[in-house]
């Protein structure tokens, strides 16, 4: 059973740093590109963060380039992303999502979500 | 404001068909596939359309995804109560260089 666990989340200040962690399990980590995705509270989905399977692809959205980044561990099965300069504006739940093997850019599998407070 | 736009809301009776929009440009909807995701109360995500017209293993064939130039649309059959969620459309943006996300679409079956 695929399985994808965030932790990492928590109260932070504004320009304070934070990392998540995404521990997947349940199949063939390297086989997939891996996303983050936010849900600022009661808002819609915003896409952040890619990464290829083998890390060599990596792209970012405007809104947080220079700032995150994502990186993964292949051999631990764990996708990370690293957050400086946090803003207000970056309070959301952060979810990890695997794209699907059949079309990389559609999401299949979403963790629980980790909720950021930046405050 | 998103770069997609999709109606925020739309509204169904049981066993109606409902269709909800999504409205992009030459840079997204017009040259990549499109992706359709439900998200029920408290929930993750859930992937329902993928390459544009396509249903992942276990979507019922009630939903259905299609595209018309720089627009695509979901349609949902035979709508039911458990289909009251929100629904997101998606894309790759060539010119922005990453995914991008219309700002979603709250069914109600009334």
């Known amino acids: 059973e695929v399985q994808l666990l965030e932790s990492g989340g928590g109260l932070v200040q504004p320009g304070g740093s934070l990392t998540l962690s995404c521990a997947a399990s349940?199949?063939?980590?390297?086989?997939?590109?891996m996303y983050w995705v936010r849900q600022a509270p009661g808002k819609g989905l915003e896409w952040i963060a890619g990464i290829g399977g083998s890390g060599g692809t990596i792209h970012y959205a405007d809104s947080v380039k220079g700032r995150f980044t994502i990186s993964r561990d292949n051999p631990k099965n764990t996708l990370h992303l690293e957050m400086n300069s946090l803003r207000a504006d970056d309070t959301a739940v952060y979810y990890c999502a695997r794209g699907y093997y059949y079309d990389s850019r559609a999401f299949d599998y979403w963790g629980q979500g980790t909720l950021v407070t930046v405050s | 404001q998103s770069v997609l736009t999709q109606p925020p809301s739309a509204s169904g009776t049981p066993g109606q068909r409902v269709t909800i929009s999504c409205s992009g440009s030459s840079s997204n909807i017009g040259i990549s596939y499109v992706y359709w995701y439900q998200q029920l109360p408290g929930t993750a995500p859930k992937l329902l359309i993928y390459k544009t017209d396509q249903r992942p293993s276990g979507v019922p064939d009630r939903f259905s995804g299609s595209r018309s130039g720089t627009s695509a649309s979901l349609a949902i059959s035979g709508l039911r109560s458990e289909d009251e969620a929100h629904y997101y459309c998606s894309t790759w943006d060539d010119r922005l260089s990453g995914v991008i996300f219309g700002g979603g679409t709250k069914l109600t079956v009334v």
């Open positions: 349940g199949f063939t980590f390297n086989f997939y590109a």
